[in-house]
């Protein structure tokens, strides 16, 4: 039920994202969603791919510094104040969020967001409990 | 302990003990080695002014290239009959350096050996490999003849041949292993690849004396995993006698300097001041007891500091740092004294590995500014930015609290630093192109 996310060190230099993506292009994987959280020198780039493990394996192969982090994708429905009553629900679990950012597409005709917990196995459990659905890995990457 | 009187004498005693055995080691090279005569009449020294221990700071040093230069018997302080063998160390660069040794100088090389192998747990029941290189290299005949001392069993069995070195760590139930610290991970490496039934555990080694190199304390816990044995650091430099200069005791932080035969300084290598007890700096050897080839204050370029802290074995002798730089490396970044090795301490200390990482010093205006560079790898890679920023952080506090110098700390991705022949360029220092 997690999503494999792919965590990517990158230099802030021009070309450098190019670079890795290019790794991926010639292994024929297909980037569902990707975000970039920056400071001055670096960058962290976070990405759903299919075929994750040969990704990280083909990045490291090219001398990329990688990760491979479980996630959950979570629906959201598409109307004001939903994603702040999320965030009040996982407060009132006490469920810490290292980060989080919007999946690229709809699914079912709802947002999708991805969450990154500290505790991802209590939160999965505290989140269904609470009755949202927990998207699966496989709507995710389309396979 | 092997001799528990000179291992354990009371701090003025030996003071007493060392000043009268410089005095005559002043006189022996004055009198006997035209080098020391010229250099002492140079600086105006001369050993009848040799009134106290203080007196060191003026009497001159002995450099490596003084030994180059008197290549090969130039500095010998005795006639060629008194000397019964010769060592030579090769040296990357320039000429080698010879040294010789009479009967009496054997023995104290073998007393200090013995006293390495008991500070080491080892004693005449144990069995020692010796796998250093047997020949003009003076570890091999250098520890061989220390353990007949102690009156253990040698197995003589010299570097290489991996596989001939376990079969007889197994068939001969060799207790105790001299040689290299990166032979020793070799061995194992050796025994993962090759030999998957071998298992070092079920032999009889419990311990080894690794030197001739510099090591860290990742190479050390590698080698006591990996081989389930303790792993001693000891040192010596053939100017000075070879290995048996110092020694790790049980305690393992900081080796015991046999300081009734070797009287050890540390000094600033950029002004040859003699620097207090504990600071960090150059160490310089005089020896005391040798006959055929004293060195007086020779410079070894090697860093490190000298400390007394009531060791637990119960010995006196003063305590030398693990050696993990050389002088010709330092740095002075804004007037202070930098060694490459302290940094790459702390990087290890922080992240438990060796990253890989540059030293880039620059000015601006009249400040010297510098970067560290530091590649993520990935154990110390997260997905989170807090992480990230945290580990430099973290480093950059402790480079101010070891070195007294703020430093930029940028975190860059694998294979960004120059390597040259496969080695990370170390420090880059732009100041010197302006
Ligand atoms: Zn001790």
């Known amino acids: 039920m997690n999503v494999t996310q792919l965590s990517l060190f990158l230099e802030n230099k021009p070309g450098r994202l190019q670079s890795a993506l290019k790794v991926l292009s010639e292994k024929n994987i297909n980037i569902r969603t990707l975000t970039i959280a920056e400071v001055t020198d670096f960058g962290i780039v976070r990405m759903i791919v299919t075929r994750s493990d040969e990704a990280a394996r083909a990045l490291k192969e090219n001398h990329f510094t990688c990760s491979v982090t479980e996630v959950l994708a979570i629906e959201i429905d598409d109307v004001p104040g939903a994603l702040s009553r999320a965030l009040e629900t996982f407060n009132k679990h006490h469920l810490n969020i290292e980060y989080m950012y919007a999946f690229t597409e709809k699914i079912d005709d709802k947002a999708v967001m991805i969450f990154r917990f500290d505790d991802i196995e209590t939160a999965k459990k505290a989140l269904i409990d609470e009755g949202y659905h927990i998207v699966k890995k496989t709507e995710i990457i389309g396979e | ?434």
Not at chain 2, 57 to 73: G, I, S
Request: aromatic share 8%.
């Open chain 2, 1 to 434: 302990m092997f001799n528990k009187e000179s291992e354990t004498l009371q701090h003025s005693k030996l003071k007493e003990m060392q000043y009268e055995r410089m005095k005559w080691s002043l006189r022996h090279a004055y009198e006997n080695v035209p080098f020391y005569k010229k250099s002492f009449d140079d600086t105006g020294f001369h050993p009848d002014q040799f009134r106290s221990l203080d007196d060191m700071q003026r009497v001159p040093f002995l450099m490596k290239q003084d030994m180059r230069a008197n290549y090969p018997f130039g500095l010998f302080a005795v006639p060629m009959e008194k000397v019964v063998r010769l060592h030579s160390s090769s040296g990357t660069t320039g000429n080698a350096t010879v040294v010789g040794y009479t009967k009496n100088d054997l023995d104290v090389w073998g007393e200090v050996i013995a006293r390495t192998i008991a500070c080491a747990g080892g004693g005449p029941k144990d069995i020692i490999q010796v796998a250093y290189g047997y020949g003009l290299f003076t570890g091999g005949l250098g520890v061989h003849y220390g353990v007949e001392k102690i009156g253990a069993t040698v197995v003589p069995v010299s570097g290489g041949n991996t596989e001939r070195q376990l079969m007889l760590i197994k068939d001969f139930g060799t207790t105790m292993l001299a040689c290299t610290p990166s032979y020793a991970i070799n061995m194992t490496d050796y025994v993962e690849k090759n030999k998957p039934d071998f298992d070092f555990r079920k032999t009889k080694l419990r311990s080894g004396i690794f030197g001739a190199e510099p090591w860290t304390e990742q190479m050390r816990r590698e080698i006591e995993s990996r081989m389930g044995i303790d792993a001693y650091d000891i040192y010596g430099l053939s100017e000075v006698i070879g290995p048996g200069v110092s020694c790790e005791c049980s305690e393992k932080s900081g080796l015991h300097v046999f300081e009734d035969h070797f009287y050890v300084e540390v000094i600033d290598p950029e002004t040859g001041e003699i620097l207090p007890e504990g600071e960090m700096g150059e160490i310089v050897y005089t020896s005391l007891t040798k006959e055929a080839c004293p060195v007086i204050r020779y410079r070894s370029r090697d860093i490190t500091r000298l400390y007394h802290d009531g060791c637990k074995c119960g010995r006196s002798f003063i305590k030398m740092e693990k050696v993990t730089g050389r002088s010709d490396d330092m740095l002075i970044i804004r007037g202070v004294n930098v060694f490459p090795s302290q940094i790459e301490a702390v990087l290890m200390e922080n992240e438990n590995t060796e990253p890989h990482y540059q030293i880039i010093i620059d000015r601006t205006g009249a400040l010297d500014d510098i970067e560290i560079m530091v590649e993520v790898n990935e154990r110390i890679f997260s997905d989170e930015i807090k992480v990230l920023n945290q580990l430099s952080n973290r480093i950059r506090q402790r480079i101010q609290s070891v070195l007294g110098i703020s430093a930029k700390i940028t975190l860059v991705e694998p294979r960004t630093i120059a390597r040259s022949e496969g080695k990370a360029v170390r420090v880059i220092d732009k100041r010197k192109l302006k």
